[in-house]
Nanobody, 122 residues
Framework: VQLVESGGGLVQAGGSLRLSCTVS????????MGWFRQAPGKEREFVAR????????YYAESVKGRFTISRDNGKIMVTLQMNSLKPEDTAVYYC????????????????WGQGTEVTVSS
């Protein structure tokens, strides 16, 4: 199983980035896909997830209205559109997969990517 994130980088506050996660080696349609992030010295935290069964998105309060998660079962990928970025969004962002999942807890996710770094300057 491989999850590969891309799209991170350096952006000014107020800017946008689009993260992508390509997936291989699993039955993508049966996995809830999540994005998490970890800032230096902090715990890994939930950002967004998109359900395997309904495609319904869920967001952390801190990103609601600014970030949009979507999945493409045909292309076997999940994306995170991040708008109105703030310095506090600076972190390494991880894509993760949870079979038949419905949780925002990192511990329930079976597979993880290596992460992509996002830096938002003020």
């Amino acid at each position: 199983v491989q999850l590969v994130e891309s799209g991170g980088g350096l952006v000014q506050a107020g800017g946008s980035l689009r993260l992508s996660c390509t997936v291989s080696g699993l039955t993508f349609s049966t996995y809830t896909m999540g994005w998490f992030r970890q800032a230096p010295g902090k715990e890994r935290e939930f950002v967004a997830r998109v359900q395997w069964s309904t495609g319904r998105p869920y967001y952390a309060e801190s990103v609601k209205g600014r970030f949009t998660i979507s999945r493409d079962n045909g292309k076997i990928m999940v994306t995170l559109q991040m708008n109105s970025l703030k310095p506090e969004d600076t972190a390494v962002y991880y894509c993760a997969a949870d079979r038949f999942g419905s949780s925002s807890l990192p511990a329930t996710y079976n597979y993880w990517g290596q992460g992509t770094e996002v830096t938002v300057s003020s």
